[in-house]
């Protein structure tokens, strides 16, 4: 059999890279492309200079072992005692994501869990690897992305009751650094609430005249304003609100003076209310 040096290079270059870059997304902290191409390098000198020795299956694994440490600490040094430990900790675990999938992929080649494992990836199809590799490394990009996302909400996002249009409506509010709207007419601070909050609890005539542009006939105070966003101007239904109560661990903090805007789509995941930068 011929063995193309380049393929093997290439495959286990972009794969350990991958890895690196994965790990240290996932543990959260930041390195820089050189320590990720150093770690990519030495990982491919490894994997291309012990095949040419036959050596006994500890041995293998013990050089294996300390070619983890190195990449760890090349990734690392000198960040820390915990970051060390917390990206070794991910490093592990994608590493044995990445070798999971690409059995995976090598049962589907082979047919055979045994070749799957004992067969090495220069006898897999050109490219393989690589576009399994890239492929996971964005689904799990993707992944951690949005943990961290729902986390960061989590730690912003808090309860809060508010009295509107005869009734209490319990949301999820997130305290929005970037709303600072307020009411021109009044003065009044506003908080955007999803309008699928409120249209549940409509009656079919409110329900009819919000749905055709009346929703300023709901009570007295209700009309429409025209704000900015990021995608250009928006018109929204703006009513007030007799009581609103904010809470935050075991304190409870009591406005009366709020303007409630209601917005049609999501305004995040698992919030159902944009609280005001004021009340930060």
């Given at each position: ?276 930068s004021c009340m930060l």
């Amino acid at each position: 059999m011929v063995v193309y040096i380049e393929y093997v290079i290439i495959d286990n270059l972009v794969v350990t890279a991958l890895i690196c870059s994965l790990s240290a997304k996932a543990a959260g902290i930041r390195v820089r492309r050189l320590r990720i191409i150093a770690a990519a390098a030495l990982g491919t000198v490894v994997a291309v200079v012990l095949p040419l020795f036959v050596i006994h299956v500890g041995v293998y694994i013990l050089i294996t072992g300390m070619l983890g440490m190195t990449i760890i600490c090349i990734m690392t040094v000198p960040k820390g005692r915990r970051i060390m430990l917390r990206y070794g900790a991910v490093f592990l675990g994608v590493s044995f994501l990445f070798g999971g999938a690409l059995t995976a992929v090598g049962y589907l080649v082979t047919g055979d869990i045994y070749l799957a494992l004992t067969t090495p990836f220069i006898d897999f199809p050109l490219g393989v690897i690589v576009v399994v590799s890239v492929v996971l490394y964005y689904i799990c990009r993707k992944f951690f992305l949005a943990v961290k996302r729902a986390r960061n909400t989590n730690n912003y996002a808090l309860d809060a009751h508010i009295s509107m249009l005869g009734k209490v409506y319990k949301v999820r509010g997130l305290i929005d650094s970037g709303n600072g709207l307020y009411d021109e007419r009044t003065g009044l601070p506003i908080i955007i609430l999803g309008l699928k909050t409120v249209v549940k609890t409509l009656t079919d005539g409110d329900l009819i005249k919000v749905l055709n542009g009346q929703g300023d006939s709901l009570c007295k105070g209700a009309r429409y304003i025209e704000i900015e966003t990021v995608t250009g101007k928006d018109k929204i239904l703006i009513v007030p609100c007799q009581k609103f109560i904010l809470y935050s661990g075991r304190q409870m903090n009591t406005m009366y003076e709020v303007m409630v805007g209601l917005k049609a789509g999501t305004l995040g995941s698992g919030v159902e209310a944009l609280l005001h930068s004021c009340m930060l």
